[in-house]
Structures are given as C-alpha cells and as structure tokens.
C-alpha cells in the first residue's frame, strides 16, 4: 500500500484489487460521499472492466462494511450512524494501542523507515494545505501500522474500520482534518523508543481525541422517531440508545 502506483500504462482491464484500492482510495480523500449510490454499470464502464470483476470489488467491499447493498435501493457507500460511529471507534481503541504496543517492542527497521517516510508526506500536504491528500495520508498512517505488524487480519480489520471512520468524519465532523497534528509523530517516536507503555497510551488518547472532533455525544436524528416512539411506548431500553 502506498509504495506501488496504479500501472497508468495499462489503458484498461484493472483488477478487482486495483478497482477496490480506488475506491477505498476516493473514500480516504473524501471524494466518494457516505449514502451515494453506485452502479455495477457505471463502475464498470469507469475503470473499463467487465461487470464480473466489478462485482467482485462490490462484494468484498461489502464484507468490509465499506459499501452497503440494500435491496430495491442497490450499492450504496456506507452511511454510518453515530451509534455505529461510536461501536467502530471502540474497537479501534481496543485494538490499535495493542498494534503500536507490539510494533514498539519489535522495532523493526524498515518498518520504523515506512513510518518516518509517511510522516514526512503527511507534512508536505500539511504545508501546502493539500486537504483532501492530508485526510488520506493520516487514515493511511494507521493502516501503514496495521501492515508493519505484519497480521494480515488485523490490516484487513484495520482497512474496513478507517474507512468508515473517514466516512463518519464526513457526517459529523466540524472539520475534516481528523487526527490533529503531531501525534501521529508522539506515536511513531515512543515506538522508535521502544517504549510501548507510551506507544499505547500516546495511541488511546490520539484515538480520544479524533473521537472528541467527530461529536459523537447526539443522538442519531436518523433513529430519533423510534426512540420517541419507543419511549412513548414505556421502552426504557429505548433510552440507552
Ligand atoms: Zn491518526
């Protein structure tokens, strides 16, 4: 990821990988907005492959959750509510500390190089205020991490739950830049240490905080009638919500 460019030379015939890292691609720069819907005709003829390989693109994606099929309506990108938001940060929070914990104590060379090399394009889009390529790079940061720890579960893990993170940072983000700057260089420094205790909280709190920007605390208007509804009813789970 990151390392290879798409082959320009190839005039058509992307692969289904090639059709996916796009998308995913268009998504991390906020291109691709949560809830609109997408066509197998339009993709197809987009990247000039056959509806075959276009579908398979659309079914993995929608194993990740990144893409939603819904009958009557089609493919549509994900839309998360803020509950969903909400259930997706709590799993990065319990899994990214301990990803930044095991790359500390292995401190592997090149990985540690793959991270100085992204930091440093992370600053070049930052300098010239490159918005959409800033987004990107900083949701690319914690998959880079995720694929230096070489488990391939957790990248794939990783993939779905930063995309829906960027999705969730176009609904309800104030701002779209949502991992502030300089932490992702607190990290990348306390694992160079070797210093896992300080990766991992340095890791929590970073995570806190792009969940502070997101304005998680409302309820999701999108449920708010059932819930009226329900608590009309004397539903007191309802209220949880
Ligand atoms: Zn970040």
Known sequence: MGQTLPRFEKAHGKSEAEIR??????????????????????????????????????????QDGVLVKLPNVGTTVAAPSR??????????????????????????????????????KE?????????????????????????????QVLTRLMTGLQT???????????????????????????????DEETAAAEMLDHLLHVERDLQLDHRDERSSINDTIAWLRGDAEAQEK
């Open 123 to 151: 600053q070049v889009a930052r300098s010239r205020g490159d918005r959409g390529t800033l987004v990107r790079l900083t949701g690319e940061f914690h998959l880079l991490l995720a694929e230096i720890s070489g488990n």
């Open 164 to 194: 829906l993170t960027c999705l969730a940072i176009l609904l309800y983000a104030d701002q779209d830049d949502a991992c502030p700057p300089d932490e992702h260089s607190r990290i990348m420094n306390a694992i160079a240490d070797g």
């Open 83 to 120: 509950k969903e938001t909400r259930d997706i940060l709590a799993v990065r929070k319990m899994v990214e500390p301990d990803i930044v914990r095991m790359l500390a104590a292995i401190r592997d060379g090149e990985g540690l190089d793959r991270l100085r090399a992204h930091l440093a």
């Open 21 to 62: 890292r796009r998308i995913l691609q268009a998504i991390f720069e906020l291109r691709l907005p949560p809830g609109v819907r997408l066509t197998e005709e339009q993709l197809a003829e987009t990247f000039d492959v056959s509806r075959t390989v276009v579908r398979q693109a659309i079914a993995r994606l929608a």
